[in-house]
């Protein structure tokens, strides 16, 4: 069974970071593009960022380029997103995501439950 | 980036009864190479990640009811539910994959007339 855990988010001060983390089992991870999607509180869902299988490729929506950095660790399944720079509109439900291909094929096919990241003064 | 729009924004269906939610993207999602559109969609109960109903426009993921249908091509798109259950009451998004950033539409909330 596929399982996506994420963990890592947290209250913040605006300008703050955060790492976001996300372990993967179930599957072989290396095999499958990545991505992160958020949901603000009562809104929709939202492309953050993705990663090729072997993390050679990496893109970003526009609202967090240079700010968040997207990695991971085929060594231990783990998929990260790292913050900075943070503002109170980054303030969601951060989902990992597999994608249903090696190269980011953009088809979503297994979500995790999300970490909280609230940003707040 | 291409914007996909849904109607309505909400609707309610009573038990039994055909729900039909539509999507419309500002650019073709047709492959002509290998003749698919690149849609999916979504459905999200309360308190839940999304989960994959639809991909391709019309393929069920594995373990979906066949009351979920998915039709259209190019840029307008339906999902229909043709007997409203209990257990269907959710948000509904449709997603497209044909270039990247993915985007979404807002969602479509369907409630229990």
């Known amino acids: 069974e596929v399982q996506l855990v994420e963990s890592g988010g947290g209250l913040v001060h605006p300008g703050g970071s955060l790492r976001l983390s996300c372990s993967a089992s179930?599957?072989?991870?290396?095999?499958?593009?990545m991505h992160w999607v958020r949901q603000a509180p009562g809104k929709g869902l939202e492309y953050v960022s993705s990663?090729?299988?072997?993390?050679?490729?990496?893109d970003y929506a526009d609202f967090v380029r240079g700010r968040f950095s997207i990695s991971r660790d085929n060594s231990k399944n783990i998929l990260y997103l790292q913050m900075s720079s943070l503002r109170v509109e980054d303030t969601a439900l951060y989902y990992c995501?597999?994608?249903?291909?090696?190269?980011?094929?953009?088809?979503?096919?297994?979500w995790g439950q999300g970490t909280k990241v609230t940003v707040s003064s | 980036d291409i914007v996909m729009s849904q109607s309505p924004d909400s609707l309610a269906v009573s038990l039994g009864e055909r729900a039909t939610i539509n999507c419309k993207s500002s650019?073709?999602?047709?492959?002509?190479?290998?003749?698919?559109?690149?849609l999916a969609w979504y459905q999200q109960k309360s308190g839940q990640p999304p989960k994959l109903l639809i991909y391709?426009?019309?393929t069920r993921e594995s373990g979906v009811p066949d009351r979920f249908s998915g039709s259209g091509s190019g840029t307008d798109f339906s999902l229909t539910i043709s007997s409203l259950q209990a257990e269907d009451v959710a948000v509904y998004y449709c997603?497209?994959?044909?270039?990247?950033?993915?985007?979404f539409g807002q969602g479509t909330k369907v409630e229990i007339k």
């Open positions: 391709r426009a019309s």
């Open positions: 997603q497209q994959y044909y270039n990247s950033p993915p985007t």
């Open positions: 995501v597999r994608d249903s291909a090696a190269v980011a094929a953009n088809l979503l096919d297994h």
């Open positions: 650019q073709s999602v047709f492959y002509s190479s290998n003749n698919m559109n690149s």
């Open positions: 990663t090729s299988s072997h993390g050679g490729a990496t």
């Open positions: 179930g599957f072989t991870f290396s095999n499958h593009a």
